[in-house]
Protein backbone atom coordinates (compact mmCIF):
# COMPACT_ATOMS: atom_id res chain seq x y z
CA UNK A 1 0.00 0.00 0.00
CA UNK A 2 1.27 3.35 -0.79
CA UNK A 3 2.99 5.44 2.27
CA UNK A 4 0.98 8.86 0.78
CA UNK A 5 -2.06 10.26 2.43
CA UNK A 6 -5.23 10.12 -0.24
CA UNK A 7 -3.20 8.34 -2.85
CA UNK A 8 -4.63 5.94 -5.20
CA UNK A 9 -4.10 2.41 -4.15
CA UNK A 10 -4.36 -0.10 -6.83
CA UNK A 11 -6.51 -3.28 -5.59
CA UNK A 12 -9.38 -5.29 -7.13
CA UNK A 13 -12.26 -4.89 -4.24
CA UNK A 14 -15.63 -3.96 -3.78
CA UNK A 15 -15.05 -0.36 -3.26
CA UNK A 16 -12.92 0.05 -6.20
CA UNK A 17 -15.78 -0.82 -8.49
CA UNK A 18 -18.70 1.57 -7.24
CA UNK A 19 -18.40 4.42 -9.58
CA UNK A 20 -16.77 7.57 -8.85
CA UNK A 21 -19.25 9.85 -9.06
CA UNK A 22 -21.31 8.13 -7.02
CA UNK A 23 -18.51 8.02 -4.50
CA UNK A 24 -18.06 11.11 -4.17
CA UNK A 25 -21.96 12.21 -3.57
CA UNK A 26 -21.87 9.63 -0.55
CA UNK A 27 -18.49 11.40 0.67
CA UNK A 28 -20.51 15.02 0.51
CA UNK A 29 -23.62 13.69 1.92
CA UNK A 30 -22.09 11.75 4.90
CA UNK A 31 -19.79 15.28 5.33
CA UNK A 32 -23.17 16.66 5.77
CA UNK A 33 -24.52 14.43 8.24
CA UNK A 34 -22.42 14.25 10.24
CA UNK A 35 -21.52 18.03 11.01
CA UNK A 36 -25.27 18.85 10.22
CA UNK A 37 -26.68 20.10 13.11
CA UNK A 38 -30.51 18.68 12.80
CA UNK A 39 -33.05 16.85 15.06
CA UNK A 40 -35.58 14.47 14.05
CA UNK A 41 -38.91 15.18 14.75
CA UNK A 42 -39.07 13.04 18.19
CA UNK A 43 -38.48 13.45 21.53
CA UNK A 44 -34.63 12.89 21.57
CA UNK A 45 -32.68 14.82 23.23
CA UNK A 46 -29.50 16.56 21.18
CA UNK A 47 -27.27 13.98 23.04
CA UNK A 48 -29.25 10.68 21.72
CA UNK A 49 -29.11 12.00 18.07
CA UNK A 50 -25.32 13.03 18.32
CA UNK A 51 -24.68 9.31 20.08
CA UNK A 52 -27.08 7.82 17.46
CA UNK A 53 -24.93 9.89 14.90
CA UNK A 54 -21.32 8.62 16.22
CA UNK A 55 -22.95 4.97 15.95
CA UNK A 56 -23.90 5.15 12.47
CA UNK A 57 -21.30 6.84 10.90
CA UNK A 58 -18.60 4.56 12.66
CA UNK A 59 -20.79 1.46 11.45
CA UNK A 60 -20.55 3.02 7.81
CA UNK A 61 -16.98 3.80 8.15
CA UNK A 62 -15.80 0.42 9.69
CA UNK A 63 -18.19 -1.14 6.81
CA UNK A 64 -15.85 0.54 4.35
CA UNK A 65 -12.80 0.15 5.67
CA UNK A 66 -13.31 -3.84 5.38
CA UNK A 67 -14.57 -3.81 1.94
CA UNK A 68 -11.86 -1.34 1.12
CA UNK A 69 -8.74 -3.95 2.15
CA UNK A 70 -7.09 -0.86 3.97
CA UNK A 71 -5.95 -3.08 6.52
CA UNK A 72 -4.45 -1.06 9.70
CA UNK A 73 -2.05 1.47 7.68
CA UNK A 74 -5.39 3.48 7.25
CA UNK A 75 -5.10 4.33 10.66
CA UNK A 76 -1.23 4.69 10.85
CA UNK A 77 -1.65 7.24 7.60
CA UNK A 78 -4.42 10.00 10.14
CA UNK A 79 -2.00 9.76 12.99
CA UNK A 80 -1.54 13.07 12.79
CA UNK A 81 -5.47 14.30 12.91
CA UNK A 82 -5.46 11.71 15.93
CA UNK A 83 -2.67 13.81 17.44
CA UNK A 84 -4.26 17.42 16.23
CA UNK A 85 -7.82 15.98 17.28
CA UNK A 86 -6.38 15.48 21.11
CA UNK A 87 -4.45 18.76 21.21
CA UNK A 88 -7.64 20.52 20.15
CA UNK A 89 -9.67 18.86 22.89
CA UNK A 90 -7.21 19.90 25.24
CA UNK A 91 -7.03 23.60 24.15
CA UNK A 92 -11.16 23.67 24.03
CA UNK A 93 -11.38 22.20 27.32
CA UNK A 94 -8.94 24.39 29.47
CA UNK A 95 -10.39 26.50 32.14
CA UNK A 96 -8.61 28.11 34.53
CA UNK A 97 -11.80 28.38 36.43
CA UNK A 98 -12.29 24.56 36.82
CA UNK A 99 -10.56 21.90 38.81
CA UNK A 100 -7.33 20.56 36.79
CA UNK A 101 -8.15 23.56 34.53
CA UNK A 102 -9.95 21.37 32.48
CA UNK A 103 -13.73 22.39 31.41
CA UNK A 104 -15.50 19.03 30.99
CA UNK A 105 -18.20 20.53 28.66
CA UNK A 106 -15.92 21.86 26.27
CA UNK A 107 -13.46 19.00 26.72
CA UNK A 108 -16.64 17.36 25.45
CA UNK A 109 -17.60 19.62 22.31
CA UNK A 110 -13.86 19.48 21.75
CA UNK A 111 -13.66 15.73 21.40
CA UNK A 112 -16.99 15.69 19.21
CA UNK A 113 -15.49 18.07 16.51
CA UNK A 114 -12.44 16.30 17.20
CA UNK A 115 -14.39 12.76 16.08
CA UNK A 116 -16.18 14.27 13.10
CA UNK A 117 -13.18 15.60 11.57
CA UNK A 118 -11.36 12.39 11.85
CA UNK A 119 -14.43 9.77 11.01
CA UNK A 120 -14.94 12.20 7.39
CA UNK A 121 -11.17 12.00 6.75
CA UNK A 122 -11.11 8.41 7.21
CA UNK A 123 -14.00 7.69 5.16
CA UNK A 124 -12.17 10.57 2.20
CA UNK A 125 -8.97 8.45 2.28
CA UNK A 126 -10.63 5.52 1.84
CA UNK A 127 -12.56 6.47 -0.92
CA UNK A 128 -9.98 8.42 -3.20
CA UNK A 129 -7.69 5.65 -2.26
CA UNK A 130 -9.86 3.31 -4.45
CA UNK A 131 -10.32 5.92 -7.16
CA UNK A 132 -8.14 7.77 -9.59
CA UNK A 133 -8.39 10.50 -11.14
CA UNK A 134 -9.46 9.77 -14.34
CA UNK A 135 -12.22 7.95 -12.91
CA UNK A 136 -13.51 11.16 -11.30
CA UNK A 137 -13.06 13.49 -14.33
CA UNK A 138 -14.68 11.17 -16.55
CA UNK A 139 -17.79 10.80 -14.35
CA UNK A 140 -18.08 14.44 -13.85
CA UNK A 141 -18.05 14.92 -17.54
CA UNK A 142 -21.38 12.53 -18.13
CA UNK A 143 -23.55 15.18 -15.84
CA UNK A 144 -25.07 16.78 -18.69
CA UNK A 145 -24.42 20.61 -17.18
CA UNK A 146 -20.65 19.71 -16.62
CA UNK A 147 -19.77 18.17 -19.93
CA UNK A 148 -18.93 20.89 -21.77
CA UNK A 149 -17.08 22.77 -19.06
CA UNK A 150 -13.80 22.45 -17.90
CA UNK A 151 -15.15 22.11 -13.86
CA UNK A 152 -14.47 18.21 -14.29
CA UNK A 153 -10.95 18.70 -15.05
CA UNK A 154 -10.67 21.54 -12.03
CA UNK A 155 -12.38 19.54 -9.70
CA UNK A 156 -10.07 16.29 -10.47
CA UNK A 157 -6.98 18.34 -10.47
CA UNK A 158 -7.79 19.78 -7.38
CA UNK A 159 -8.84 16.17 -5.86
CA UNK A 160 -5.42 14.75 -6.91
CA UNK A 161 -3.55 17.66 -5.44
CA UNK A 162 -4.59 15.92 -1.91
CA UNK A 163 -1.79 13.11 -2.18
CA UNK A 164 0.80 15.30 -4.19
CA UNK A 165 0.52 17.92 -1.47
CA UNK A 166 1.99 15.48 0.94
CA UNK A 167 4.05 13.57 -1.18
CA UNK A 168 5.91 16.65 -2.54
CA UNK A 169 6.17 18.33 1.09
CA UNK A 170 7.91 14.63 1.91
CA UNK A 171 10.49 15.26 -0.86
CA UNK A 172 11.46 19.02 -0.06
CA UNK A 173 11.58 18.42 3.94
CA UNK A 174 13.81 15.32 2.83
CA UNK A 175 15.98 17.29 0.64
CA UNK A 176 16.27 19.94 3.33
CA UNK A 177 17.30 17.52 5.81
CA UNK A 178 20.09 16.28 3.46
CA UNK A 179 21.38 20.03 3.10
CA UNK A 180 21.82 20.44 6.60
CA UNK A 181 25.40 19.70 8.04
CA UNK A 182 25.46 16.78 10.69
CA UNK A 183 25.83 17.71 14.28
CA UNK A 184 24.33 21.15 13.70
CA UNK A 185 22.14 22.85 16.09
CA UNK A 186 20.03 25.99 14.40
CA UNK A 187 18.81 28.62 16.01
CA UNK A 188 15.09 29.48 16.09
CA UNK A 189 15.38 32.06 13.54
CA UNK A 190 17.12 29.92 11.23
CA UNK A 191 14.36 27.17 11.75
CA UNK A 192 11.76 29.59 10.80
CA UNK A 193 13.41 30.60 7.88
CA UNK A 194 14.55 26.91 7.02
CA UNK A 195 9.97 26.10 7.04
CA UNK A 196 9.55 29.36 5.05
CA UNK A 197 12.09 28.39 2.48
CA UNK A 198 10.86 24.26 2.38
CA UNK A 199 6.75 25.91 2.08
CA UNK A 200 8.15 28.32 -1.39
CA UNK A 201 9.66 25.37 -2.34
CA UNK A 202 6.50 23.45 -2.05
CA UNK A 203 4.33 26.02 -3.82
CA UNK A 204 6.65 26.37 -6.54
CA UNK A 205 6.72 22.45 -7.07
CA UNK A 206 3.08 22.44 -6.60
CA UNK A 207 2.21 25.47 -9.17
CA UNK A 208 4.87 23.25 -11.68
CA UNK A 209 2.71 19.87 -11.31
CA UNK A 210 -0.79 21.45 -11.36
CA UNK A 211 0.35 23.01 -15.28
CA UNK A 212 2.22 19.30 -16.27
CA UNK A 213 -1.56 17.87 -15.33
CA UNK A 214 -3.67 20.74 -16.78
CA UNK A 215 -1.94 20.30 -20.51
CA UNK A 216 -2.27 16.03 -19.62
CA UNK A 217 -5.78 16.59 -19.13
CA UNK A 218 -6.07 19.02 -22.09
CA UNK A 219 -4.25 16.44 -24.88
CA UNK A 220 -5.98 13.97 -23.36
CA UNK A 221 -9.46 15.25 -24.00
CA UNK A 222 -8.42 16.85 -27.63
CA UNK A 223 -7.65 13.00 -28.47
CA UNK A 224 -11.02 11.73 -27.11
CA UNK A 225 -12.61 14.60 -29.12
Known amino acids: MSKTLFSYNNKKTILHKIPALLKLVFTCVFCFFVFGNFLPNSSFSAEKVQSIKILISSCF ?12 QAFIKLKLVLILGLAFTIFKGFSLKSPYFMDIQLAKEGLLYSYNFFITTFVALLLFETTTML ?68 LSVMLQKAEIKRKALLSRQKAIS
Not at 61 to 72: E, Q
Not at 168 to 190: G, I, Y
Request: proline content about 5%; aromatic content about 10%.
Open 61 to 72: AIVLWIISKSGF
Open 135 to 202: EIQNDLQKIPLLNKTYLPMVLAITISFFPEIFSTWEEVHLAAKARKKPNTKLSLKQKVKNLITQFSSL
